[in-house]
């Protein structure tokens, strides 16, 4: 029959068929032809599934009515529902959340667009799928508007990575660092060489989509690294200059970094040694202003009652019609309440200076005449001792800016120490030289005892270099010695050389 069919219609010239009957059979079960297209096998499949498709149109639309009613109704119950509904969300990761939204969007457009009419079914149920929709993002927004961001898989990553990184050691976590941007950065270049092979044997576009993203993403690797690095550089310098601060003594300033920094471990230590040694500071200059006022105080109730001790002394001294023996114990009294008083006034000039409550007038002398002076006051008690005095002083005048009376009393002391303290029939040397801008002041000798100390452990107060204690003194002659150099504008340094004591003093010369 086809040869007799055309566009136009059946050809004028075909046979007659009327009156023929036309017969046709069709199968009660279709199914698509295995070896050609069915047009009635696809009528019915459309059909089945827009029948399947309503109804679940249907259903879509009920439940959201119905919820619409329920949430209109019930506010206090909505707004229960609401923060549930946020807390449900705020559990699941971003990705899974845009790869729903997406799944809905294409479903929706499929609603719409699929077939070859859209229905006011369709319509409204595609508009209440989206509002509800559209609620839960506003109620993600609202409830978890801090988090939706940084809750996902790429972020909990990035956080298990940075916690293995910051459980190392500082060189251990960079090199970790360095090795994971090496790996991922080979990994990045072999993919967008292969993705690049595979854009020139084709014309697909994304090929070259996909290479320029990760191009773009290694080159943001490795500028996130390069300015990580560079920060941690900013912060070992910042760290450098505030030791130096703290050796400077400024332990007030509290070290500041850059907020996630690598080296916040070692800011924080820091800043807690900064606290102790603020504290253990404090704490000792509490303790030493408390010991010095005891003794400020204890040298002062002492000076009365010693002062009529003394004066009733010297009365019995001069009182006629004693024996020789109670002669003998009064002498012994005068004596032991000299000293006595010495060491009161020792007391309470060492507590005033360490308080800082002694007054010091500075002025231009000539450190050279200072040290012939005292040496001529203490004579009598040089020529007494068997002592050779080797005194070497330049001819020149030596000025410096200081106290003479309080730089006369330190001489005094190191002096009367030598004529104490050296072994019998050596020399005692006294030296006065300037060295680039300094005037220094050595005397040196040889002890008569076993010199088992330290150099900071003699010039501490009540200690003597002499355990055995047999010669007079208090133990503070060298304590006395040192705060008055250094009250005085200058330095005071011991050396300690097997036998030979030598102690040094140096001022600025004019």
């Known amino acids: 029959m086809d040869e007799f069919w055309n566009s136009k219609g059946i050809d004028q010239d075909a046979p007659d068929i009327r009156g023929c009957q036309i017969s046709l ?211 070992i310098d910042m760290v450098v200059e505030h030791t130096g601060r703290i050796r400077k003594g400024d332990i007030d300033t509290r070290l500041q970094l850059n907020p996630g920094s690598d080296l916040k471990v070692l800011e924080e230590n820091l800043n807690t040694i900064q606290e102790g040694m603020a504290n253990a500071i404090e704490n000792s200059i509490k303790s030493e202003r408390m010991k010095v006022e005891l003794i400020t105080n204890i040298s002062h109730d002492l000076k009365t009652p010693l002062t009529s001790i003394i004066s009733y002394v010297d009365l019995l001294s001069k009182e006629g019609g004693l024996s020789d023996e109670v002669r003998d114990y009064v002498r012994i009294l005068g004596q032991k309440s000299d000293r006595l008083r010495l060491l009161i006034q020792d007391l309470f000039d060492l507590s005033k200076v360490v308080s800082g409550q002694m007054e010091f007038h500075m002025k231009t002398l000539d450190l050279g005449k200072l040290i012939q002076q005292t040496l001529a006051d203490l004579d ?44 019998i029939g050596t020399r005692v040397y006294v030296d006065l030289t300037v060295e680039d801008g300094s005037a220094v002041a050595v005397i040196k000798n040889t002890a008569n005892y076993e010199m088992n100390f330290s150099e900071e452990e003699i010039t501490e107060r ?33 050396s300690v050389d097997g036998d030979l004591f030598k102690v040094i003093l140096s001022f600025d010369i004019l």
Not at 178 to 197: D, K, N, S, Y
């Open 25 to 235: 059979a069709v199968r009660d079960e279709l199914v698509n032809a295995p070896h050609e297209y069915s047009r009635l096998y696809s009528i019915k499949k459309n059909l089945t599934k827009e029948k399947y498709l309503y109804l679940g149109l249907l259903a879509a639309f009920i439940a959201g009515f119905g919820l619409l009613i329920f949430s209109v109704a019930n506010q206090n119950y909505r707004q229960e529902l609401g923060k549930v509904i946020g807390r449900v969300l705020g559990k699941v990761f971003l990705e899974f959340k845009i790869l729903f939204l997406l799944t809905v969007w294409i479903i929706l457009n499929d609603i719409l667009r699929g077939y070859h009419w859209a229905g006011i079914l369709r319509i409204l149920s595609a508009a209440t799928i989206a509002l509800w929709l559209a609620y839960f993002v506003f109620i993600d927004i609202h409830t978890n508007h801090g988090d939706i961001l940084t809750k996902n898989m790429i972020w909990k990553m990035v956080k298990w990575y940075r916690q293995l990184e910051g459980n190392r050691p500082f060189h251990k976590g960079q090199l970790l660092r360095l090795r994971t941007l090496i790996v991922l950065e080979a990994i990045f270049i072999f993919f967008t060489f292969v993705l690049v092979m595979m854009a020139a044997t084709g014309s697909e576009g994304i090929f070259l989509v996909s290479v320029f993203v990760l191009m773009g993403v290694g080159i943001f690797l490795f500028y996130l690294y390069t300015r990580r690095f560079a920060h941690n550089l900013m912060d």
């Open 380 to 423: 009598d008690k040089i020529t007494q001792s068997g002592l050779e005095f080797r005194v070497n002083l330049p001819d020149d005048p030596v000025l410096i800016t200081s106290d003479g009376n309080k730089l006369y009393r330190v001489f005094a002391n190191l002096f009367s120490n030598a004529l104490k303290y050296s072994l």
């Open 462 to 494: 009540f200690v003597r270099g002499d355990k055995a204690r047999s010669s007079e003194g208090s133990g503070l002659g060298l304590a006395i010695a040192q705060n008055f150099t250094r009250s005085c504008g200058g330095d005071f340094h011991i």
